[in-house]
Structure formats: C-alpha cells, structure tokens
C-alpha cells in the first residue's frame, strides 16, 4: 500500500505510484478520499460518525465536540416567530456566459460557484446591538424593536442526497445548501471573514417532468472528481425558482454548524419547509456523480511516468509556484510546481492532493508538503498524459450527508410565509 514520504519543497524525495486497484469513495481519482488541502481527510462513510481530526492549523474540528451541531431532526411544532422578523430571499437566475459558473465535483458534493457578480440577495433580520453575530436573533424577544436588516449574499451553493435536515423523523431525497455571507461591515459582531447563513431546500423525487430550474445544471454534472464543469454559454440556473414560490417560503431557523469537517458553529440556518422536486432522471444523474467508483491506475501509463530515483535531492526555482490549485477545491488531483533539475531540463513534481497530508510554511516560508505519492515527471506532456490514467468504474450509488445531530433544547423557530403581506408588495409594485 501507499508509504508515507515527508516531501520538503526543497528537499524532494521523489516516489512512483504503485500500480494497484483501489475503492474510491465519489469521483475517479485518488482524490476522492478527499482531504482538506490540509487537515484530516475524511469521507460519508458513517455519514459523519467519525469525523474527528483537525483542520490546517491543527484546530480540533467541532463535529464530535460541539453542541450546536447540524443537521438536525425539525419538530412538528416549533416556536413561532414574528411576522415582523421574516427573512426575504431575491435570487436573479444565473446566466453562464460559457466560463463564468462552475460545476464541480469536489470529492464530497457537487458544488456550483461563479466568478461573475451576481445580485443574489437575502434580508436577515438580525440583532442590531454592535456585538451580535448573526446567531443573537435567536435568542431575541419577538418584536423588531432592536433589529436591523441586514443583506446576505451568496457565495455557492451544493446538494447532499437524501436530505441531512430531516422532518419530523423522516429525510427526503435530497437536500440543496446555498451558502450566504454577511460581511463582517454590516454586523462589526462578525469575524473579519464575516458570519456565514445557509439557506436549505429539501427535494423530493417524482415521476415526470424534471425540475426546469435545475436542468441546465443536472445535464452537465462532472462525473470525476476534482473535475469541473463550466455551463455552456446562454445555460441558466434559475434559484429563485429552485425556492418554493414566495407564498410558500415558510421556514425554521435555528443555530448551527457547517456539516462537513470542520463543523464550525455560530451558523445561522433557514430551512424551507415546502419540498421542491426533481425527476428520477435528475436524481439518478446526481448520484451517479457522486457514487462510490472502483479505479485502477493504467499500466500502459504508469511505464510513461519517469521516475526519479530514490532519494534523489532537489532543488526548486525559488519562483516556482503552485498550479492548478482552484481556490476552494479540497480535492484537486495534484499540486504541481515546477523544478530545476541539475541537467538543466524543465521538470516538474507532482504532488497527489488525496494523498497530502499537510501543507504548511515553515518559518523561511518555504513550503512544506507530506504526501504519500509524489510523482517526478519530466517535460509538459508527460503531465497532461498522466491526468487520466485512472479508470474507473462505479459500483454503488451513494449518499452525502450527514446524519442529524442532537439539538439540545435549541431554539428552534418557525417563520409562516405571509400570503398577505406579499400581495400587498405585488400590488404596491403593479
Ligand atoms: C497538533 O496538536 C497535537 C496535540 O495538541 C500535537 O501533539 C501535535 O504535535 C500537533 N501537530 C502539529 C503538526 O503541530
Ligand atoms: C464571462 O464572465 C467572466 C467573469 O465575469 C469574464 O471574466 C469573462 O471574460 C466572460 N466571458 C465572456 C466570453 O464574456
């Protein structure tokens, strides 16, 4: 099996791969057992029930630890909130103009980012007091006496099947998460990187028509892992119409946590409580992206990847940098940088992302990898050859999610969409 090797980019202790058969959860490459880029790896494979590590700067995660934690059951009966302190969503469709939305298969979820503005908003009615977080409207009186609105935006947004909200004991077939942020300049009570609110859609699958809003999406699904997918040109995602129509946008809101690694806290949440639905078809396509895939590494490939010999030192050009790390993928197949070799021949070194371990500076700022596979690779071509050298097959549909977790007498609250209230809007607007 796979040795650990401590790689030091200046030192290199260079590694082949062994050819073997491997089971991958999600996606076709070695990344599918995803890490963080640095921290713990971890997977669904107890949905959750093993999530203990810590994050890049060795932080414990809060998952076991926390006692805020999501998902949760929601109750039949919840706390009714006041109609004054409604949240408010406006999502404009998102229009790709061929390069612009990304789909992505991270190795945990599909996940859909843009690299456009785009004027999604939600209001929030939140705690005015200059140190609240967003979470502080929870434990508020219910009156709007001491609140402000204030705006979040979305960063992403990605899909979980089934559900990891269940309702009432029962989890549907699929659960979408829109990630917002409120800037850390609207609530000063926030961190510097602001306080982050998800909006969750729960979908159930029915026969007929697809879900027109999301069909654009679900046809260009990647199917491999670390890989992505931008929408053709002209391809929308319509989001408010992912939203139940407005009238039906009663919800529960509660505080929690994230329901991946790291599993921090001090979230708020806002679960619509009228399902949405998509087609047997749609389901299936997302499940296929995120089955469970058995690869083998292509020997006719492995022969074409040179290897440096053991132990062999290397040296790398003080600007060589670190490429096609996306911004927000924890799965990317590899880091790659550039080396100077002692014959003068452009290399590069490769470093399979599934299998680091850490990456940090050390106090010269040099950066430091552990990796159990490195791969030495000569010249530009032999890195595009060897970006497919894995096939795979899948052999399980699986499922992402999270199981609930106890919410220890929480507050939970339950907002009605007001018919009313949104007639008089359209009128005042018509
Ligand atoms: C992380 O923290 C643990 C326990 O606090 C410690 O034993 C370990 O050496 C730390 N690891 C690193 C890489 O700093
Ligand atoms: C698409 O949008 C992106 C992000 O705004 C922009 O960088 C790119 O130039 C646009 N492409 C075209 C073909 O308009």
């Given at each position: 099996m796979c040795g650990h090797v401590l790689l030091i980019l200046g030192v290199v202790l260079a590694l082949a791969a062994a050819?073997?058969?491997?089971?991958?959860?999600?996606?076709?490459?070695?990344?599918?057992e995803a890490p963080s880029v640095s921290g713990t790896s971890w997977d669904y494979k107890v949905m959750g029930d093993d999530w203990s590590g810590v994050d890049g700067h060795n932080k414990s995660w809060s998952c076991m630890s926390g006692l805020h934690q999501s998902p949760i059951d929601l109750p039949v009966?919840?706390?009714?909130?006041?109609?004054?302190?409604?949240?408010?969503?406006?999502?404009?469709s998102l229009i790709s103009n061929g390069s612009n939305i990304e789909v992505i298969n991270n190795g945990h979820a599909i996940q859909v980012e843009w690299t456009s503005n785009y004027e999604g908003s939600m209001d929030i009615v939140a705690d005015a007091s200059p140190a609240a977080t967003i979470t502080d409207i929870l434990s508020m009186p219910d009156t709007s006496e001491g609140t402000k609105v204030v705006t979040a935006?979305?960063?992403?947004?990605?899909?979980?099947?089934?559900?990891?909200?269940?309702?009432?004991?029962?989890?549907?077939?699929?659960?979408?998460?829109?990630?917002?942020r409120v800037p850390?300049?609207?609530?000063?009570g926030c961190p510097e990187a602001g306080c982050l609110t998800v909006t969750a859609v729960l979908f159930k699958v029915r026969e007929g028509p697809c879900n027109a809003a999301l069909k654009d999406l679900f046809t260009s699904l990647p199917m491999e892992e670390g890989t992505i997918n931008f929408l053709s040109e002209g391809a929308t995602i319509d989001l408010g119409k992912v939203l139940p129509s407005k009238e039906k946008r009663s919800y529960y809101?509660?505080?929690?946590?994230?329901?991946?690694?790291?599993?921090?806290?001090?979230?708020?949440?806002?679960?619509?409580?009228?399902?949405?639905?998509?087609?047997?078809?749609?389901?299936?396509?997302?499940?296929?992206?995120?089955?469970?895939k058995d690869c083998t590494l292509k020997a006719e490939d492995t022969s074409k990847v040179p290897r440096a010999s053991t132990g062999q030192m290397q040296y790398l050009r003080s600007s060589g940098s670190l490429q096609n790390l996306h911004r927000s993928h924890t799965a990317q197949r590899a880091l790659r940088s550039s080396l100077s070799s002692s014959e003068g021949?452009?290399?590069?070194?490769?470093?399979?992302?599934?299998?680091?371990?850490?990456?940090?500076?050390?106090?010269?700022?040099?950066?430091?990898?552990?990796?159990?596979?490195?791969?030495?690779?000569?010249?530009?071509?032999?890195l595009q050859k060897h970006k497919d050298t894995y096939v795979c097959v899948a052999y399980a549909y699986s499922q992402n999610r999270r199981l609930p977790q106890p919410s220890n007498d929480r507050m939970i609250k339950y907002f009605e969409a007001s018919k009313e209230s949104d007639m008089i809007a359209e009128a005042i607007k018509a």
């Open positions: 050819s073997e058969a491997c089971v991958y959860k999600y996606g076709t490459s070695p990344g599918s009966s919840a706390h009714i909130g006041d109609p004054s302190l409604i949240s408010k969503w406006s999502y404009p935006r979305p960063l992403q947004f990605h899909f979980h099947t089934g559900s990891e909200h269940f309702m009432d004991g029962d989890a549907l077939a699929m659960e979408m998460h829109i990630v917002s850390h300049s609207e609530m000063p809101q509660y505080a929690g946590s994230l329901t991946t690694p790291p599993c921090s806290e001090g979230l708020l949440w806002h679960v619509l409580d009228e399902a949405s639905h998509i087609s047997w078809k749609q389901y299936r396509a997302l499940l296929m992206a995120v089955s469970d021949m452009p290399q590069y070194l490769e470093v399979v992302v599934s299998e680091l371990k850490s990456l940090q500076r050390d106090r010269q700022g040099v950066l430091v990898l552990q990796s159990s596979a490195v791969r030495h690779l000569t010249a530009g071509s032999d």
